[in-house]
């Protein structure tokens, strides 16, 4: 495989970071890529600015899907790249441009090598929000093609570049944002007996909300609440007619989740009656935990360990979120980190994955799906 090429073409993706359902320029870079390619085994279809590309398989009986995600941050690039991004004010700070780098090389291995079964390609757009899986998951160009397997990577930071790290059962958590808005009345600080003052509101259900993780939760099944942003009035010597907080939920289980929810809405309903005011909660974006099926897994781990395409590390669980969840409620399949050893982490303004990792990601992936498109 031509890894100079797909490492090129990374490079082209990241100097175009968009926002979710507007990669306009990157869904036509994948379509432009594609039309270069031989189209006798080749089914196309677009959906928003996603794209899903089919090779038919010469004998098949299933179909195994990989998805990639395309979207970019809004983060304003630091990195020394000299292919840095163009797109001022957004960046590829997740590492979507080396996931569509390797879907793009798996994608040309495979029209040029076609396997027993079908294969999927899935450019996904939204992965950092709103959520594209989900949509596209419903979507009829989808259901046409729907896989039996589904795989997909991500990049980790934190790994070295040569490793592939993967647990079965959970990888990532449940997620949810979670806004809450308040409205009570205005006044003349000096007359508190007039108004309904949001900010003693607010600060009271702050304090309160810390209650669910330490009582509701089971303290074997983690949680996580966390408001890392509060607005509220507009002046010294006004009391607060509004307020407002935003925060993230995360949790290990799917019924955690829907427990710390139904806590949050009792005490915002105890807030109203005690503070006479309205309450509004709006949970933004949710995503469904990355749950990885057991028995594929497990069989990916002994392929590892025996074929060797990459060194395996086992995993944690991560109180991270990604949409690829919706898809292995679905259909079972699983998720990997793929190791590309920098200094900063993921969504940091300054991370500069390894691109070496990119021909061990292609090196793997060819390898198992050959394998699992035609042994069985
Ligand atoms: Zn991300
Ligand atoms: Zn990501």
Redo the contacts with the bound molecule.
């Keep these: 495989m031509d890894t100079e090429r797909f490492i090129n073409i990374r490079r082209q993706l990241h100097q175009i970071p968009e926002p979710g359902f507007e990669e306009f320029k990157t869904q036509q870079f994948i379509l432009d890529f594609i039309s270069g390619l031989p189209q006798e085994r080749l089914n196309i279809q677009t959906w928003k600015t996603g794209v899903l590309v089919r090779v038919a398989g010469l004998n098949p009986r299933k179909t195994i899907g990989y998805r990639t995600d395309m979207d970019g941050?809004p983060i304003f690039e630091e990195t020394s790249c000299d292919f840095a991004s163009v797109h001022n004010g957004y960046m590829h700070a997740?590492g979507h441009d080396l996931h569509m780098s390797i879907a793009i090389g798996l994608l040309d291995y495979f029209v040029k090598h076609p396997v027993d079964d079908h294969l999927l390609f899935i450019f996904q757009p939204a992965?950092?929000g709103p959520g594209g899986a989900l949509p596209l998951m419903q979507c009829k160009e989808f259901q046409t093609v729907k896989p039996d397997m589904m795989l997909a990577l991500h990049i980790a930071p934190e790994y070295p570049v040569g490793t592939v790290a993967v647990k079965k059962g959970l990888l990532f958590a449940n997620t949810s944002e979670l806004f809450i808005d308040l409205k009570g009345k205005g006044g003349h600080a000096a007359y508190p007996h007039l108004s309904n003052d949001m900010v003693i509101a607010a600060s009271h259900l702050v304090t309160q909300l810390q209650s669910i993780v330490s009582r509701n939760i089971d303290p074997l099944d983690s949680a996580v609440l966390t408001v890392g942003k509060i607005t509220g009035g507009t002046k010294q010597n006004i009391i607060a007619e509004t307020a407002r907080l935003e925060g993230t939920i995360r949790t290990l289980s799917s019924a955690s989740m829907v427990k710390v929810k139904s806590r949050i809405e009792a005490l915002v309903k105890g807030i109203e009656a005690s503070f006479e005011c309205e309450a509004a909660i709006d949970y933004g974006a949710n995503y469904y935990q990355v749950f990885n099926d057991e028995e594929l897994t497990d069989e990916f781990i002994s392929f590892l360990k025996t074929e060797k395409p990459a060194e395996f590390y086992h995993c944690r669980e991560a109180m991270t979120g990604e949409d690829f969840g919706y898809f292995l409620k679905d259909i079972p399949g699983f998720m990997f980190w793929l190791g590309v050893d920098c200094d900063f982490g993921?969504?940091h303004s300054r991370i500069e994955p390894k691109e070496e990792a990119i021909p061990v990601a292609l090196r793997t992936l060819s390898a198992y799906i050959e394998w699992k498109a035609t042994s069985q």
Aim: hydrophobic content about 35%; some cysteine; aromatic content about 0%.
């Design positions: 941050l997740c992965e950092e993921l969504h």
